[in-house]
């Protein structure tokens, strides 16, 4: 009986991997034989793990990665308040409105300063973050000319010292790839992925949490 439900189980793999095999040879037959662009969506990118996603960052030394791109958001005390495992390879400056609205959902009120890189930039992110209410919107320009209010806001020191603070997700990045595990996941599937990085996150935040307290309950005992 256990045998017979063990061979089910077997077989069921077995075809669930001969399917994937299939479309990876559709695929390459219809892009390298018959010239076709075939679109995203359809392509498969690793057999065991088929919900990986082709990601373009634009940079040199790894112009292409393979995975899914995850945003974060982080607060002045090192928290991080907003994380989401992406689908696809989407710009990031679609974030910025969504990320407005779950940080006044969680927090009651915008930030008071919304730091990113160049790559969030847009004149209407921008507007969206000063009708918010956000008193200093820190997105570098993404190319073209500057204007001269634009140069002289980005040399600004409320300019700076919120670019000084964005660098810091980027050691909070640092800190999930290098001492909570989120470089490389272990575990399989879509959902056990997510599960990967909320437990990174949750490990972050736990750390830095107990970090804060006891940096309260020392100040505490040398005011005694």
Known sequence: MFADVAIGEIRKEIEHFCGLG?????????????????ATSEKIYSIFEPHTDLIKRGKVRTPIEFGHKV????????????????????????????????????FGRAPELYGSDRGFFSEQNVASCAHDGVKVVCIPQRGGKKTPEREAY????DFKEGQRFRAGIEGRISVLFRGRGMKRCLAEGNERFALWVAAAVLANNLLKIAALLTDRSLRRRKAA
Request: hydrophobic share 35%; glycine share 6%.
């Open 22 to 38: 299939s479309r990876v040879i559709d695929q390459a037959r219809r892009r390298v034989l018959d010239g076709e662009q075939v």
């Open 71 to 106: 945003f974060l958001a982080e607060s002045a005390q090192g928290l991080i308040t907003q994380y989401e495992v992406l689908r696809g390879n989407p710009p990031d400056e679609v974030h910025v409105a969504s990320s407005l609205k779950r940080h006044k959902e969680a």
């Open 154 to 157: 980005e040399k600004s020191a």
